[in-house]
Nanobody
Framework: HVQLVESGGGSVQAGGSLRLSCVGS????????MAWFRQAPGTERERVAR???????IYADSVKGRFTISKGNAKNTLYLQMNSLQPEDTAMYYC?????????????????WGQGTQVTVS
């Protein structure tokens, strides 16, 4: 079955950087949509960034210019480079994946999720 495993979280001081990784297993296809979400205690889950199979990317306004989503050379890897981290970036970060919709876009809800990796900025 499909598994997504995140890594790279940790504790960092404000202004620092982290690179999150997500490695998928249990499947042989490429997902059309992959994304990073985050959720802090007491808040709603927020989509941080999304990358589509054609390379199109979108970012939450709060991370534009600081975070970069990318795919690895292997089809089942996803990265999130996070620079200029701020305390408000503190959250559990999740990798998510799904197929393209019939219209070729990405849905708001994703079918496959990782367990998350904690990012703490102080």
């Amino acid at each position: 079955h499909v598994q997504l495993v995140e890594s790279g979280g940790g504790s960092v001081q404000a202004g620092g950087s982290l690179r999150l990784s997500c490695v998928g297993s249990g499947y042989s296809w490429s997902f059309g949509c992959m994304a990073w979400f985050r959720q802090a205690p007491g808040t709603e889950r927020e989509r941080v960034a999304r990358i589509r199979s054609d390379g199109d990317t979108i970012y939450a306004d709060s991370v534009k210019g600081r975070f970069t989503i990318s795919k690895g050379n292997a089809k089942n890897t996803l990265y999130l480079q996070m620079n200029s981290l701020q305390p408000e970036d503190t959250a559990m970060y999740y990798c998510a994946a799904d197929f393209l919709s019939s219209g070729g876009g990405c849905r708001n809800e994703y079918k496959y999720w990782g367990q998350g990796t904690q990012v703490t900025v102080s």
